[in-house]
């Protein structure tokens, strides 16, 4: 009768043995019983995780130190954990801590067990049970829901060089530090998004973009860098532009860019840069030179989210600033000349 019913409960629940088969094994004899499933106790759960341990040592004393009754309840020892047959599971593994497969003889009475998120960046579920030898069963499930994050930041572009046709430039998003492997995820955090495209404004003219042939953009796959170059198509005439930068989220940086069209073709081989910055990066401090033709007249520092750190005028003739960083937060910033010419910018980091 009692094996008629345990056939008609298990029979239903169709599961099936991921780990290991199931080998052939001796059950106790027919005057003992085993109507009691596992003991499942859930030891810890981290970022997803479940460290759990089930037992079969609930009769005292186990092992029996007397000849058996035949009412006695025997404990037949831990057979396998299995994900339920049809179950909707993703995103975890079992690391099996107390042995590496099911059964061994003489059983395990207790065993200990994970498990583990594979991607914390996803979502993971898991519907399982843990058997003995007299198919006794308990199940538990375990779920995990990944964090969301927040992309407020816009891209970071600096400029490599320049020359007089043309800009080089990279741009970031590497401005985050990877979190510790130990440290959970956690909904909110700032997280860059990766960079979606970078372009010329629509009222740019004279000026042509071309970003780097190893750069591929994916959707749904971060790109964290990327280097593209500006180049002036007719030297000849005078060039202006903003190259914008995006990222996945929404956020942007723009870029001023103007070329002033030279007199002779000699200034237009040896025509020195209008901005630069020497050390870029900088710790300390950094010297930004510019070019006295066409003259700025202002002289501006401006964060990443674009206030104005510092804003000074520029005496005629004057063709260099050395700035003080060491007071300023580490990350990136712009500086900004502007004349009656235009404007034009140039990023640097602080680190």
């Known amino acids: 009768m009692i094996a008629a019913l345990r056939l ?43 460290l759990a341990e089930v037992t ?22 831990i057979a396998g954990i299995d994900v ?19 059964p061994e003889q003489p059983s395990y009475k207790v065993f200990r067990y994970t498990w583990q998120v594979i991607d914390s960046l996803r979502d993971a579920r898991v519907e399982y049970y843990v058997r003995d030898f007299y198919d006794n069963i308990v199940f538990d499930t375990v779920t995990y829901t990944a964090p969301t994050f927040i992309d407020t930041m816009p891209p970071a572009t600096v ?19 990877p979190l510790p492997e130990n440290l959970c995820p956690l909904s909110g955090l700032q997280r860059e998004s990766g960079l979606i495209r970078m372009y010329l404004d629509r009222f740019s003219f004279n000026l042509e973009l071309a970003i780097s042939p190893l750069v591929i953009f994916t959707p749904g796959t971060p790109t964290l860098a990327a280097t593209y170059t500006v180049h002036v198509i007719d030297p000849q005439r005078r060039a202006s532009g903003v190259v914008v930068t995006s990222d996945q989220a929404g956020n942007f940086w723009l870029d001023t860019l103007f070329y002033d069209r030279p007199t002779t073709i000699a200034e237009v081989r040896s025509a020195p840069a ?14 930004v030179s510019w070019t006295r033709s066409p003259q700025p007249r ?16 520029i005496s005629l003739g004057e063709s260099e ?21 235009g ?9």
């Open 84 to 102: 339920v047959d049809g179950s909707n599971h993703y995103n975890y593994r079992l690391i099996m801590h107390t042995g590496g497969a099911f």
């Open 298 to 313: 202002m002289f501006e520092l401006v964060d990443l989210h674009g206030r104005i750190v510092l804003s000074q005028p």
């Open 159 to 177: 400029q490599l060089s320049r020359d007089s046709l043309q800009w080089t430039f990279e741009a970031t998003e590497r401005r985050n530090d």
């Open 274 to 287: 209008l901005m630069s910055i020497s050390p870029n990066p900088a710790s300390s401090s950094c010297l």
């Open 343 to 351: 404007s034009a910018t140039q990023r640097f980091i602080v680190r």
């Open 321 to 341: 600033l050395r700035i003080d960083t060491s007071p300023l937060p580490k990350g990136s910033y712009a500086v900004r000349l502007t004349g009656p010419d």
């Open 8 to 50: 008609a409960l298990i029979t239903p629940l169709c599961v099936s043995m991921l780990y290991s088969q199931t080998p052939e094994y001796a059950n106790p004899p027919a005057s003992f019983v085993d109507t009691m499933p596992p003991v499942l106790i859930r030891l810890k759960d981290s970022c997803g995780s479940r």
């Open 56 to 77: 079969e040592l609930r009769n005292i004393p186990n092992p029996v130190s007397r000849i058996p009754a035949d009412t006695d309840q025997v404990e037949t020892g």
